[in-house]
């Protein structure tokens, strides 16, 4: 069973698809009304994968209620220039066992780790 969508809880859908796709670089696969005061925004990774759904109408899940949503990178040095260089907020790259990353939050306050993982050892002697 795969992972398909993972909600994440804004309070303006506008200003977080902006955050989502132009800063974060994700692809708008939908954006549709739902019903007359809500919108069905669902982006993804460009190479595929699990999507995210920025959602409004949770009500256990306010604006910035998630925190860790780890999104895989190939070269974290390079987002962190590239997001850096647009004026977001990033802490400095940490290296750890499974990976290096830095960590931000998009307009909500919802918290997005940006990792750029290594193989579990049994991948790398493979």
């Known amino acids: 069973m795969a992972v398909a969508v993972v909600s994440v809880p ?7 698809l902006t955050f989502y796709s132009e800063v974060i670089g994700l692809a708008v696969l939908r954006d549709e009304p739902m019903g007359p005061e809500m919108r069905w925004i669902q982006l993804q990774p460009k190479d595929g994968g699990a999507t995210i759904a920025l959602v409004t109408w949770f009500d256990a899940m306010p604006p910035g209620g998630v925190q860790g949503l780890m999104l895989g990178v190939e070269d974290v040095d390079a987002e962190y220039a590239r997001i850096g260089a647009l004026g977001v907020m990033l802490s400095p790259v940490d290296a750890q ?30």
């Open 97 to 126: 066992p499974w990976g290096r990353f830095t960590m931000l939050n998009d307009p909500d306050g919802n918290g997005l780790v940006l990792a750029q993982l290594t193989a579990p050892e049994e991948f790398r002697t493979r």
């Open 10 to 16: 804004v309070s303006d859908p506008a200003a977080a």
